[in-house]
């Protein structure tokens, strides 16, 4: 094979990874600043928009969610597990893409009426997904759409772990959730006076 032809399909096939909503894998920089995501990733606020639009949850509690799940990195995973500190024996759990939704979460949202062909790295299906969750837990849980806190408990415990009070055995966790609430309010400040997200 000659040497364009071989640079002409690594270059078609690099590009057909990166299209149509997908994930580049990296995660945009200054991810403490709700308006330097957005300007380095437009389509992303017209995802959470759209997010916001169709579940009711807002901009910044999707932004602060995502953060702490994936800090924006398409292609996220959990760590392999290890036995005897170097055999790996897969991955920690089946967690992928912007909002590490699960295999089995996954399959649920998909069943029930998710955009054909949706998937975990692009965050247009990432967002509907986390949405579509967040929802379920304000209409059985009783939490306010805005509330980052709580819906970050119920979205790593699951909601019948929420419902059991499962978190309260987690210090880390709760730890973690009140950075998620933090980082929810600090995006939404910053987004109002943000020039990506008019």
Known sequence: MSRVLR?????LLAASCGGGGGGSGSSPRNLD????ILEQRPGYYQAFRKTERRWGVPVHVQMATIYQESKFDSDARTPFQYR???IPVGRQSSAFG???ALDGTWKEYIAEGARRGARRDNIRDATDFMGWYMKKSHEELGIPMWDARRHYLAYHEGRSGYRRGSYNAKSWL???SSQVGERSVLYQQQLKGCRAAR
């Open 7 to 11: 640079a002409l399909v690594i270059v």
């Open 33 to 36: 600043n709700a308006c330097s």
């Open 84 to 86: 005897l500190g170097v």
């Open 98 to 100: 912007y909002s590490q």
């Open 174 to 176: 709760l730890r973690v």
